[in-house]
Nanobody
Framework: QVQVAESGGGLVQAGGSLILSCTASGSIFSPDVMAWYRQAPGKQRELVATMPSGGSTVYADPVKGRFTISRDNAKNAVYLQMNSLKPEDTAVYYC?????????WGKGTQVTVSS
């Protein structure tokens, strides 16, 4: 079995910063891709940023220049540094680890940005 766990969410004022962390553990050696998604109330889950093990990172347009994704392959961990946060960034943020086309999801962590 594979477990994915996120941490680091919380309440922050607009313009502030947060860093999210995620670790994949269990029967997973080295995820092909680790990524962050988010889901705001009443909206579909959307990609925030993705980082393949050997490729280029991809960011959604709304977060370009403000968010930075990084990985620690030795720990099967992925991080999301979020700067200049806006109220529209409020959402549950989910981490996913992709291994041989299988997506493993965490339970999510709430990020709330107040205006």
């Amino acid at each position: 079995q594979v477990q994915v766990a996120e941490s680091g969410g919380g309440l922050v004022q607009a313009g502030g910063s947060l860093i999210l962390s995620c670790t994949a553990s269990g029967s997973i050696f080295s995820p092909d891709v680790m990524a962050w998604y988010r889901q705001a109330p009443g909206k579909q889950r959307e990609l925030v940023a993705t980082m393949p093990s050997g490729g280029s990172t991809v960011y959604a347009d709304p977060v370009k220049g403000r968010f930075t994704i990084s990985r620690d392959n030795a720990k099967n961990a992925v991080y999301l540094q979020m700067n200049s946060l806006k109220p529209e960034d409020t959402a549950v943020y989910y981490c996913t680890a992709v291994d041989r086309f299988q997506h493993y999801w965490g339970k999510g962590t709430q990020v709330t940005v107040s205006s």
